[in-house]
């Protein structure tokens, strides 16, 4: 296979994936020999449904298939989603991320950990938490270097969440501390 750019992947797939109702994310071709890989990443607001991906792939290998350019020789396509370690580069993953905790790496130097807020044209509300106490700033897009979405263990305050804007979509609900449950607390005596 004549190994197709990574802008030639793009101009083959952008209005088919619009169309099913997906952000073109990322497009990586790799070249391996005799057999490359291509790999899609796709998103959409309401995020994705991992079983509706078989089904995008095999129109995307259609699309592959459709077209001369891309020769006879095997390669690997792969259809994926962003991975929590996804940079957020545009607006759309800013307002995707809401109420996430994330890592901001400022144009002048300055970092810190926040959790994104409400996205108002070009630029987001964020809630810091400084000496225990929660406040709230707003950061122009443009003066973010890198910015990376956290891992986190535990649920946020309602507090917090509430600063970030409430509850969105399928992100977790703020924590209620009425609602307490202790998970597999080891046994007493046991190394667990």
């Given at each position: 296979?004549?190994?197709?750019?990574?802008?030639?992947?793009?101009?083959?797939?952008?209005?088919?994936?619009?169309?099913?109702?997906?952000?073109?994310?990322?497009?990586n071709v790799i070249a391996a020999g005799k057999h490359s890989a291509v790999r899609v990443m796709v998103d959409r607001e309401e995020g994705v449904d991992l079983d509706a991906l078989p089904e995008l792939s095999r129109e995307i290998s259609d699309a592959f298939d459709a077209v001369t350019d891309f020769g006879e020789a095997p390669y690997t396509l792969e259809v994926t989603t962003p991975g929590i370690d996804r940079p957020l580069t545009e607006a759309r993953h800013w307002r995707r991320a809401r109420g996430r905790k994330v890592r901001v790496e400022l144009a002048d130097g300055g970092a810190f950990e926040c959790r994104v807020g409400v996205l108002d044209g070009d630029s987001v509300t964020v809630v810091i938490k400084q000496k225990g106490v929660?406040?709230?700033r707003a950061v122009?897009?443009?003066?973010?270097?890198?910015?990376?979405?956290?891992?986190?263990?535990?649920?946020?305050?309602a507090e917090e969440m509430d600063l970030a804007g409430g509850v969105v979509g399928s992100r977790p609900s703020p924590a209620n501390t009425d609602e307490i449950v202790d998970v597999e607390a080891p046994e007493e005596g046991s190394n667990k």
């Open positions: 296979m004549p190994v197709p750019s990574k802008e030639r992947v793009v101009e083959l797939l952008v209005d088919l994936v619009r169309e099913r109702g997906y952000d073109l994310e990322d497009v929660l406040s709230t122009s897009l443009s003066d973010i270097v890198k910015a990376v979405v956290q891992v986190e263990f535990s649920r946020p305050s």
